[in-house]
């Protein structure tokens, strides 16, 4: 199958679509990159989200809104992007498109979780004509698990391995690890061995530093072109280091 993963990530910056042709079946999958694109929100787009992110500014009607341009801009980069990968319509068997998360509150205790992602799938499906996959993080909460993070099944498919311990680090807006345990060629289980959580604040804060340090010029630090300015702290990063964590 040759699938498009589209996202948009806590930092609310652009979509990302990813090309892949994927082959076999769990556990035994191949796959291949084929290309990867990102475009971002156009300005005004992208203070909707921000304005939609905080209860005192969002508003049903805006939200409801949101949720279709959003849809729209999800359905222009998959085109843009297979288009790119020299790709028609008829060749791509599968959109998986995460949304833009707007609110996310994981279950505690006994308390019943909720999340909320925008991007209308509809749009998406209409603009393309592939079947589109969406939900991801709902689905997860309605098993029980806490909707993020979200990639550790994938991770074990694509990254585990026979004899050596692997973990994978994203660096999103909000990090997060999964730790991957050996996993010989049909002795483990999917998910065995196999955790993930939230490491803390990522790129939601840098680009938040980067706008206040340009006064509100850059939306991120560019290869890191203002952190390369800086010295590392030693003082405060053995602080840091003394935490068991």
Request: glycine share 12%; aromatic share 6%; with cysteine.
């Amino acid at each position: 199958m040759i699938v498009i993963g589209l996202m948009s990530g806590t930092s609310a910056d652009g979509v990302d679509a990813a090309v892949v042709r994927l082959e076999g079946a769990p556990p035994s999958l191949a796959w291949e990159v084929l290309g990867h694109s990102h475009r971002s929100f156009d300005s005004d787009l992208r203070a909707e989200i921000f304005s939609c992110f905080r209860p005192e500014t969002s508003s049903v009607d805006r939200i409801c809104r949101l949720n279709f341009a959003l849809g729209r801009a999800f359905g222009a980069a998959m085109l843009a992007t297979a288009h790119d990968a020299g790709l028609s319509m008829a060749e791509v068997d599968l959109i998986g498109s995460h949304g833009q998360t707007l609110w996310h509150e994981p279950p505690i205790g006994s308390e019943i979780g909720s999340t909320l992602q925008m991007g209308e799938p509809a749009l998406i499906a209409q603009m393309t004509g592939v079947p589109v996959v969406s939900n991801f993080r709902s689905r997860d909460m309605a098993v029980g698990g806490q909707g993020a993070p979200l990639v550790p099944l994938a991770d074990w498919l694509l990254f585990s391995h026979p004899t050596k311990i692997r973990a994978a680090q994203n660096i999103g807006g909000i990090a997060n690890v999964t730790y991957l345990s050996p996993s010989p060629m049909g002795v483990a289980r999917a998910g065995e061995g196999v955790f993930a959580f939230d490491t803390g604040p990522g790129n939601m804060l840098i680009d938040e530093a980067a706008r206040l340090a340009t006064g509100g010029t850059w939306n991120y630090d560019h290869d890191g072109a203002l952190a390369a300015q800086g010295d590392v702290s030693e003082s405060l990063l053995a602080d840091w280091m003394t935490e068991s964590f």
